[in-house]
């Protein structure tokens, strides 16, 4: 095989982040535990702005982003057993680990201080890690999901960053019947935790900033709505009245935190998911003294997204997402940007089509 194979569109000058270029690139060094696929469709990760726009920190060039990814598989390494040639699979934000640490012998992978991001990353041999809007992709069998028949590739795409991402602390803190769940920010992230906090069947309260996603949200099933902007007393009522929170707001200055955890019960949970490029805002010792528990979560461990990807499918949980042809990545990049987009861009391969579904 060549050494160059792999088509993407890419950044290739980093203070042009809307502008992408179709590249060559080499693909990761194939080994037995591989597993290649060709991509059908790859969603627009609010990662992928932040990477592009330099928030997160300088870019090198070019770059390939995209890390929520389906397809068909085409190779399979010697010792992979799970998968072969045909299968429908994804790929989501991690490509892989050290397999070796505590963290991934005790199905923790995605804390593994070694691991490797699906893009913006350097493979153990030195090869840059490219992401997936592009025609194709190599990952270790441990980062590749299988996706049920019955679940549209298009809709699983945005789920293997912006669904686990809120599914993994959903369920690992407990959401289900007899729960009460917050979801603060109902955008890209916000919007699964909702429909997947319902599908769990827990009570949920969706906080919003304003009143113009109130008939969305309702649409999405939560069973109440609590506009935060321009009402400083909005936590009073539910004081204590929370077994969890998850925040997947982008915006960090001026969050009202503090009310936040006083509306969790003692010892209930406030997990931070979203990933906003300011400070979020400077709390003092007595703000814990609430009993709540303040912490974060990163995306989720295969077992999790597996059984989220069935639950999906089991449930007909549909995302609202908005197609578009990989060609417009640019397009889509910007409105994400702009908070225009309800609520994931989905792109559809459009370099080499990929004719499944």
Known sequence: MSQVEFKGYAITDANLWTQFNLIEYQPKTFDDNDVELRIAYCGVCGSDVHTITQGWGQIPTPLVVGHEITGQVTRVGA???????????????????????????????????????????????????????????????????????????????SMLCAGLTVFSPLKRHGCGPGKKVG?????????????????????VYAFTHSNRKMDDIKKMGADHIIVTGNNPDFAKPLQMQLDLIVCALDVGKGMPLKDYLSMLWVHGKFVMVGLPDEPLPEMKAFDFLTGAFLGGS???????????LQ????????????????SKAGEAVQRVKNGDVRYRFVLKQDISPIDID
């Open 79 to 157: 010792n992979v057993k799970e998968f072969k040639v045909g299968d429908r699979v994804g790929v989501g934000a991690q490509i892989g680990s050290c397999y070796k640490c505590r963290a991934c012998k005790e199905d923790q992978e995605n804390y593994c201080p070694s691991m490797i991001d699906t893009y913006n990353a350097h493979y153990p041999d030195g090869v840059f890690a490219q992401g997936g809007y592009s025609t194709a992709i190599r990952a270790n069998q441990q980062f590749v999901f299988a996706i049920p028949e019955n679940l549209p590739l298009r809709y699983a795409a």
């Open 311 to 326: 639950l999906a499918a089991d449930k007909g949980i549909k995302p609202w997402i908005e197609e578009m042809p990989m």
């Open 183 to 203: 979801i603060v920010g109902i955008g890209g992230l916000g919007h699964y935790a909702l429909l997947f906090a319902k599908a769990m069947g827990a009570e």
């Open 298 to 308: 990163h995306i989720g461990n295969k077992k999790e997204a597996l059984e989220m």
